[in-house]
């Protein structure tokens, strides 16, 4: 390695510069965002940072036609984030933006990018209390302890933690979406804080995060179920199938699933009553029936398109069967069967937690009838977190890797001929997407295989 | 009132892809207390979006209520055309571009691998005032016979084909099984590693 290579390293190796220089890089490319969005017609901003300025502002501005709709709205005189159109996100994340418009415009990016910080906070110190000593003092066991190998155990440790940090901080996918102006690390936070919690065996107020964060986006509901396993075990559990279901429905999962289910329904009972039925259907109600026809990584996008009801078609006579197959129910068998099995499956353990959500969160979207590049983060969070405890040789690593990102630029390729040059490859998009399914599946089974507990 | 009229052709960027530009390009006599005032009308395969306009034309304007902008065409409520009007002062610089961005929707899926959009010339509305103050404004409307129409443009869209039903149907419910089952076994597998064997060492 050269001088400079061994440099790198060590300036990586303290959390401090690799805080230094993730906050940098995040100032600067929010303030280059609003240099060329100025002087560009192609914005660097997200389409969706403008969706969540604008439903703030109608917060923000009740006029005639927005007024928040729920019982208790006029009481509050606030507007309806839902008279922008396409806003289908909590209220909550309105309200958070609303100094877009009083003290800067950039605020949400500076919001989300500090949220983007704090989870690699969250991430390190989990990492230097809790995943990597538990590895090291199973390694340790093997050999007598002396003073100086504790230290240098400990300092071993931090280089570890800040260098697995960085795969966050510094990925340039997270930093990107952040300061473009995505919401999604608001999201990251609350479940990076929920399974800080969980680690750290504070399930009241891991069972409260939970309920925000599936307040949020309700994806994060299946963490519970892993959770329920590890609050059980903690007590010891009896063997066979009665000590799994004992382990798994007792006083204190009943309490965690009470307080989880109460602060989520608290919220979702506040939200309704000020901005009424539009919050119910446009957070929630709207994603269980949503036809995502428009080409996406998900396969299902083609048979959407060919089956939309448009106006004026007569009913086809179809077997019962494929009506099923129709239904835009039918993708949640496959994704809720495998995404809820593997909480129960895996989370028996506290050290298997956090391979547990990440399981959940891979199938929950492998399988989505939905997929785009942003749903990734959900699941490519944990990995800082879960790499101490994988064993992978770096030929299969880098395997798994062109496998993972080979398969989104071949839908890619395709897609582009097919939005920018208008080129019929509709069908070719959908092989690619059960490409993108097949190897994807493949890929998680690789990381299941090489999970070492 | 003047003698010499505007005179506009609209034309887009690009035949292809769903996203391109509608420019208008005008050419105007030099009359400072004159307005001019365009009106477009869309079929429902195309959707403007109002906030991209917005951000993009410098003029004032007008737009019908779109609503739903992810639906295809052909839904109930992607039946009516768009109508949008933009309004241009006289203290414009001579010749005016309006650029409009315009996406087009999904088509109905039909036997035909393409479809075509027809984008009718959009009308113009050139109003000056006469010159005793107190009378109304003169208006003349442009092209002379007043309607929607003249060279229009085609915009060529690719369309789903319906004789792949089947397969997609087929293809898409095997593969997903099969990924589904396959991962089923390697859930079965790791189970089996990460716990039996933690139950063999707590028996022995």
């Known amino acids: 390695m050269t001088l ?12 401090n510069n690799i805080l230094l220089i993730s906050v ?23 389409i969706d940072y403008r969706v969540f300025s604008d439903a703030a502002r109608f917060v923000l501005q009740p006029s005639v036609g927005n007024h928040a709709q729920g019982p208790l709205g006029t009481w509050f005189s606030v507007g309806d984030p839902y008279t922008r159109q396409t806003y289908r996100y909590t209220p909550l994340l309105a309200v958070l933006l609303t100094p877009n418009h009083w003290l800067h415009p950039s605020f949400g990016k500076y919001l989300f990018a500090a949220c983007d910080i704090v989870a690699g906070i969250l991430m390190y ?9 538990s590895i090291t003092r199973t390694k340790a066991s093997r050999r007598p302890s002396t003073e100086e190998s504790v230290e240098d155990a400990e300092s071993s440790i931090s280089r570890q933690a800040s260098l697995l940090s960085a795969v966050h901080l510094l990925n340039p996918l997270v930093f990107s979406i952040s300061t473009r102006g995505s919401s999604e690390s608001v999201l990251s936070l609350l479940v990076l804080l929920t399974l800080y919690f969980a680690l750290k065996g504070k399930w009241t107020r891991t069972a409260i995060l939970l309920g925000i964060s599936t307040h949020w986006k309700i994806y994060p509901f299946v963490y519970g179920v892993a959770c329920l396993g590890v609050i059980g075990s903690e007590r010891g559990a009896a063997k066979g199938w009665k000590g799994y279901v004992g ?16 602060t989520f329904v ?13 919050f119910l259907y446009e957070s929630y109600l709207y994603h269980v029936h949503r036809r995502d026809h428009r080409h996406n990584f998900s396969p299902y996008f083609y048979l959407i398109y060919l089956t939309y009801p448009f106006e004026g078609q007569p009913a086809e006579e179809l077997p019962i069967w494929r009506h099923v197959l129709r239904s835009p129910l039918i993708s949640f068998l496959p994704q809720m069967v495998l ?17 547990a959500w990440f399981v959940q969160t891979f199938v929950f979207v492998i399988f989505n009838k939905v997929c785009t590049s942003q749903y990734f983060l959900w699941y490519t969070l944990f990995l800082p977190i879960l790499i101490p405890q994988l064993s992978i040789s770096p030929r299969w690593a880098v395997l798994y890797v062109a496998v993972w990102f080979g398969t989104q630029a071949l839908w890619l390729a395709e897609a582009y001929k097919l939005e920018f040059l208008g080129e019929n490859v509709f069908y070719g998009l959908w092989v690619r997407g059960l490409i993108y399914v097949v190897g994807h599946s493949w890929v998680l089974a690789g990381l299941m295989q090489a999970y070492r507990g | 009132m003047t003698s010499s009229q505007p005179v506009l052709l609209s034309s887009r960027d690009d035949d292809k892809g769903y996203h391109f530009k509608y420019t208008t390009r005008l050419s105007s006599p030099n009359e400072p207390n004159c307005s001019i005032h365009l009106r477009y009308l869309f079929p429902p395969d195309i959707y403007v979006d109002p906030y991209e306009l917005q951000d993009q034309l410098r003029h004032p304007f007008w737009l019908n209520d779109t609503i739903n902008l992810e639906h295809p065409v052909g839904t109930s409520d992607t039946l009516s055309w768009t109508e949008l009007q933009v309004s241009l002062v006289g203290s414009e610089k001579p010749d005016p571009l309006i650029v409009i ?18 984008l009718p010339q959009p009308l113009g509305l050139w109003r000056c005032p006469l010159s005793d103050t107190h009378s109304p404004l003169s208006s003349t409307l442009f092209p002379k016979n007043g309607v929607h129409g003249g060279e229009s443009n085609a915009i060529r869209v690719p369309l789903g084909l319906r004789s792949h039903i ?11 099984t099969a990924a589904f089952l396959y991962l089923l076994s390697v859930f079965y597998t790791t189970t089996h590693r990460l716990y039996a064997s933690g139950e063999k060492t707590k028996r022995n």
Request: hydrophobic content about 45%.
């Open chain 1, 24 to 46: 940098a890089i995040r100032i600067g490319l929010i303030l280059y965002s609003e240099w060329h969005d100025a002087r560009s017609v192609v914005k660097y901003t997200d």
């Open chain 1, 266 to 278: 608290g919220l979702g009972v506040l939200m309704y009553a000020i901005w009424g039925y539009p």
């Open chain 1, 247 to 262: 382990s798994v429905v007792n006083g204190r999962t009943v309490r965690f699933g009470l307080v989880s289910a109460a």
């Open chain 1, 4 to 15: 400079n290579g061994h440099g790198l390293l060590r300036a990586l190796s303290s959390f």
């Open chain 1, 125 to 133: 110190r989990l990492l230097v209390a809790i995943v990597l000593p």
């Open chain 2, 101 to 118: 961005p315009l996406h087009t929707r999904y088509g109905k899926p039909t036997e035909s691998r393409v479809g075509y959009i027809t």
């Open chain 2, 166 to 176: 089947d397969q997609v149907e087929l293809g898409t419910a095997v593969v997903v």
């Open chain 1, 339 to 355: 995404s809820v099995g593997a909480g129960l499956l895996f989370g028996r353990r506290k050290q298997d937690l956090t391979f």
